[in-house]
């Protein structure tokens, strides 16, 4: 198992190399634009949360576990440049993989530009293999879309492209290649866009990218498998598996934006808030007028699309946001297993001992017990457990796809500021003998 100073290193050096263009550039962009933020005079503090706002209004995204694609200005042009290479990443503590990115990550960064903006994306094509890169949603000239063989040669090994069009219309849109997608999708090149509209809008104080993923990563291998096409054990949000995945801080009262991408497979995740309810604003076809807007506590992002959700965060305390398929809140969880709930295992483990003699039968009073068990066992090499994290009254049981969004009264930090402080009185808590003499038998009386 790699050492995590190893990875660290190793990241490093991989980071280094896929910002090499960007540090020969930095003192030019620092001159153009100022110390490299964008131009429109937003200047973002990170890790805090910001009232000011750039010229349209728009508070800065923020990207849980990620970051957003630096720019400079040219005559009048942003222009980026993205690095298509391999990348070690990390899904959570002691688990990493092989991956490919882009700029040394997975997501690659958050490309961020304004409604009317035009962009020059130079990418250079660092992977062992030829890619393209296609503008998921962005409406363009036919020659910059990014089709492979159909509106663009191939970009081989060791090349750098251009891409120059403008972002006619606000709204989250995605990247990813058009070229072997199955390989190269699945090994983590996707990432997202985001078009702030240029005039005024309403006020969003708190705006949140997600890009929802799935991934084959075998116990003790390190290579997502692409050819998988059903059967994912690390299901993702910002390539991060829960509890590698970063908490959404943001104050009482705050409107809040959540723009959930989904470039999996196959899945189309079901995202469920607690505590909110959420208003479903836009898709990657562009924002919804407000009278085809409409509440949800779960929204669908199907593979291949946006959606873009805002609530007002008026409820104090730590309140989940995960995919709602159950099997997408665990990590590396085997499928296929015999179903043992409801047996009765007395007689049967002895049995079996004196042929395997670690032998124990788990799982037939349901699986929470299979847990207990694992805290004791080794882990295997490069993996992580299937669910399970201390939390503030004992382990939240829960992996995969999964965050908490933490709402907390007066912050000014969007640092992480621990478990909710619940006011007296208002925990679930055992039932005591008078409240159950009080309560139920009185309500058994009625025939209640
Ligand atoms: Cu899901």
């Known amino acids: ?43 973002p503090v990170p890790g805090r949360l910001d009232d000011r706002r750039g010229p349209g209004g728009h508070a800065r ?11 400079r200005l040219v005559d009048g042009v942003k222009v980026y440049h993205l690095v298509a290479e391999p990348v070690r990443h990390e899904f959570a503590p002691g688990l990493v993989g092989e991956c490919w990115g882009y700029n040394g990550r997975t997501p690659g960064p958050v490309i961020e530009s304004v409604e009317g903006d035009r962009a ?5 094509n660092k992977l062992p293999e030829a890619t393209s890169v296609h ?5 363009l000239p036919n020659g910059m879309d990014g089709v492979s063989g159909l509106t663009q040669p191939e970009i081989p090994a060791g090349q750098t492209f251009k891409y120059e069009f403008r972002f006619t219309k606000p709204g989250t849109f995605m990247y990813h290649p ?30 949140f990218a997600i890009m929802l993923s ?49 470039l999996g497979v196959t899945d189309h995740h079901p995202i469920h808030i607690h505590g909110h309810a959420m208003r479903i ?64 295992p007395a007689g049967l483990d002895e049995r079996v001992q004196k042929l395997l003699p670690d032998y124990m039968t788990m799982g037939h009073t349901g699986m929470d017990m299979m847990l207990d068990h694992a805290e004791h066992m080794a882990q295997p090499p490069n993996s992580i457990a299937m ?18 969004i933490k709402v907390r009264e007066g912050i000014t930090s969007g640092e992480d500021p621990g478990w909710y402080d619940h006011p007296p009185g208002t925990v679930a808590a055992p039932a005591t003998a008078e409240e159950l003499r009080r309560d139920l038998e009185a309500s058994q009386d009625r025939g209640g």
């Open 178 to 207: 058009h070229l072997d997608e199955m390989t190269q999708m699945a090994l983590g090149m996707q990432g997202m866009i985001v078009v702030y509209p240029r005039g005024p809008q309403r006020r969003i104080d708190r705006d």
């Open 387 to 404: 669910r399970g994290v201390a939390g503030p009254f004992g382990r939240i049981d829960m992996g995969g796809m999964f965050t908490i």
């Open 281 to 344: 604003t836009g898709t990657d076809g562009g924002p919804i007028a407000e009278a085809g807007q409409w509440l949800e506590n779960t929204v669908l992002v199907p593979v291949g699309t946006v959606r873009e959700v805002e609530f007002v965060a008026d409820n104090p305390g730590d309140w989940p946001l995960h995919c709602h398929m159950t099997h997408h809140v665990m990590n590396q969880m085997g499928h296929g297993l015999p179903n043992v709930i409801g047996i009765d």
């Open 135 to 139: 503008w998921h949603g962005v409406i």
């Open 1 to 43: 198992m790699i050492s995590r100073r190893k990875f660290i290193g190793a990241a490093s050096a991989l980071v280094a190399a896929g910002a090499a263009w960007l540090s020969e550039t930095r003192a030019a962009r620092a001159a153009a634009v100022g110390s490299g933020v964008p131009a429109d005079g937003f200047t």
């Open 214 to 262: 799935e991934w084959l990563i075998r116990v003790g291998t390190r290579r997502p498998d692409p050819t998988e096409m059903i059967d994912f054990n690390i299901l993702t949000m910002n390539s991060r598996a829960f509890p590698g995945i970063e908490p959404l801080v943001v104050r009482r009262g705050d409107r809040v934006r959540i723009r959930l991408g989904n």
């Open 61 to 71: 995204i923020v990207v849980p576990n990620g970051t957003t694609l630096p720019w």
């Open 120 to 124: 020059r994306i130079y990418v250079t």
